[in-house]
């Protein structure tokens, strides 16, 4: 039996014979035309695209995006079909009314691959020739052809595959589409879709699909969309920052500061790293000596009325950067610095109403990020209080939980950020010190022992355009995430985004997506900055999606993939209130 045949035959279920379908109940025509981007099928007539059901195939041919099979000398292919159209003409137009045979469509089709060993594959420089006959897929080649869409080194049986969407053929429900982790995954992944485009539930699906694969994975959520669906799972630890979670002060690097804290201008950056770094000196200067009592009190650096010479013995000190500090003690220590020098050989430091009012500014946003925005909480401050109020609530401090991500003891970690406020600044400090943090543990892990086995673990954030805006050229504040997108990969790191809005997301870090699943889009930026994963007549279908449809487009797939997602069976808190009755 040759290759086409064997590719229509089918098992006769009563006694497992195999038996020949006559695939020429599927010929459409012949290829009439050859070029390297496309060819185009000459019909015989027009009643060989009408509609049909052949046994269990239901056959649309006069329509477009179906597959459609090709036997040729070179091999056999496999083509979708993309265009269709009658030549213009009151002879066409009237056979078109008359339901006349007469009539000769034709249609263009793009090759997709070449069959071999048992699945069709890139066909690189091979092409079909003029001649060659057409016939459209049917459903065993349609399953040959969703089991050949990804590329990979490593075969995956499919009980380890992801299966978080369907793919729609016509007419036909439930072809589910398959993929492995390493294939959707190993070279960073996107989501991308407006409001109410079902970005969000796709995230939530491949989530799921991760974790009943134990596929360790690590999810920051701004908004705490996602509470509700991992509160009851095994090996997930739920930490909500600022409730349940701490964080030590003495790893908190000057750029997390002035993104936490969020100073105006450069003098006032200046101005708060100088009380962080006095109230870090005041409390190694204690330790050590008690003679310093007379200038520092309670913590604090007291300059007025102080000579300048015994507070500048204080400050050139040697000061580690790991001294742990009260935050709410910044306000304090700003306050003390609103002195000025007296001069003279026993200069002293001097209550200066000028100095006072330039740093009331500064004052008050740190009270307002501290206080308001609840970051007290999280830098470990009102712990007693927090205590009391849940006496029964287990205490993390988010540093040691991703240490123990690294171990077996829990598969995943979900990390909610909204008790502290979700502002840009303060979720960029949460993701950069969590980026760094894994970085550098696997990379002075794998220094120690370049032959270590690094477990993968995936990098959810969820609307990273709100968190990765690049400050300026070298790209502060996002400093981290970047880190991880170039080089992460090689230490087990895979970043999985969604975003809105691509075209806020950082040029850096989107070259480095290999996979993107995208749903409704229409802002014109946003499709720009993705058009090199799409070619136009992709891009254009974009905004015609409908909620829950998609496109898959990745360096590990034969072709991008229309895909109808499934939705999760987990919890998802964002439902869009009804307006109306």
């Not at 137009?93 to 008359?98: C, E, K, Q, Y």
């Not at 927090?386 to 240490?403: A, F, I, Q």
């Not at 070619?535 to 449809?549: I, M, P, R, V, Y």
């Amino acid at each position: 039996m040759s290759i086409i045949n064997s590719l229509f035959a089918v098992e006769q279920s009563s006694n497992n014979r195999t038996i020949e379908r006559y695939k020429e109940e599927f010929y459409i025509g012949k290829i009439s035309r050859v070029y390297k981007d496309r060819c185009y099928v000459q019909t015989d007539n027009f009643s060989l695209l009408r509609s049909r059901i052949n046994r269990s195939d239901f056959l649309v041919p006069n329509t477009i995006d179906y597959l459609v099979v090709i036997e040729s000398i070179t091999g056999v292919y496999l083509a979708e079909v993309v265009g269709a159209q009658l030549s213009e003409g009151t002879v066409n137009h009237d056979a078109l009314i008359n339901n006349s045979d007469s009539l000769h469509p034709l249609l263009q089709i793009k090759l997709v691959g070449i069959y071999q060993d048992k699945k069709f594959k890139l066909p690189g420089f091979s092409n079909v020739g003029i001649g060659d006959k057409v016939y459209v897929a049917n459903s065993k080649i349609e399953e040959i052809y969703q089991s050949s869409l990804e590329i990979s080194k490593n075969t995956s049986l499919d009980e380890n595959k992801l299966s978080f969407a369907s793919i729609p053929f016509f007419n036909k429900q439930n072809v589910s589409f398959k993929i492995s982790p390493d294939g959707l995954l190993s070279n960073h992944f996107m989501i991308l879709g407006a409001t109410n485009s079902g970005k969000s539930t796709s995230a939530l699906s491949i989530l799921e699909q991760l974790n009943k694969q134990e596929i360790k994975f690590l999810l920051i959520d701004p908004t705490g969309e996602y509470i509700s669906a991992f509160e009851d799972k095994d090996k997930i630890e739920s930490l909500v920052l600022g409730k349940n979670t701490k964080m030590n002060t003495s790893l908190i690097t000057d750029e997390q500061w002035l993104m936490l804290l969020d100073p105006n201008t450069e003098t006032q950056e200046q101005q708060l790293l100088t009380a962080i770094k006095e109230l870090k000196a005041a409390k190694e200067c204690i330790k050590e000596n008690n003679d310093f009592k007379k200038i520092i009190e309670n913590g604090l650096i007291k300059k007025e009325e102080k000579y300048v010479k015994d507070v500048e013995e204080i400050l050139r000190r040697d000061v580690p950067n790991n001294v742990e500090i009260n935050a709410l003690q910044i306000v304090d220590q700003l306050k003390c610095d609103a002195v000025v020098e007296t001069g003279g050989k026993t200069s002293k430091y001097k209550y200066d109403n000028f100095k006072d009012n330039t740093l009331k500014w500064l004052i008050d946003q740190v009270n307002y990020r501290l206080n308001k925005l609840r970051l007290n909480d999280f830098l470990g401050i009102n712990e007693s209080s927090s205590d009391s109020e849940n006496s029964e609530t287990k205490k993390y401090d988010l540093l040691e939980e991703l240490s123990t991500l690294e171990t077996n003891k829990i598969f995943s970690l979900y990390v909610n950020t909204s008790k502290i406020g979700i502002t840009n600044d303060s979720g960029k400090m949460i993701i950069d010190l969590v980026c760094n943090e894994l970085l550098s543990k696997r990379r002075k892990k794998r220094f120690e022992d370049p032959e270590c086995d690094l477990k993968p673990i995936v990098l959810f954030i969820d609307e990273v355009h709100r968190y990765a805006l690049e400050r300026d050229n070298e790209g502060n504040y996002s400093s981290g995430l970047i880190n991880v997108a170039r080089e992460g990969r090689k230490y087990g790191i895979f970043l999985f985004l969604t975003s809105q809005s691509p075209k806020d997301v950082p040029s850096i870090i989107l070259n480095q997506i290999g996979t993107l699943l995208v749903h409704n889009l229409t802002g014109k930026d946003d499709l720009k900055i993705i058009s090199n994963y799409f070619d136009e007549k992709t891009l254009n279908s974009l905004s015609f999606l409908g909620q829950g449809e998609a496109i898959l487009s990745g360096i590990n797939l034969v072709k991008n993939v229309q895909l109808k997602i499934k939705p999760s069976s987990l919890k998802h808190n964002n439902d869009t209130p009804y307006i109306g009755k």
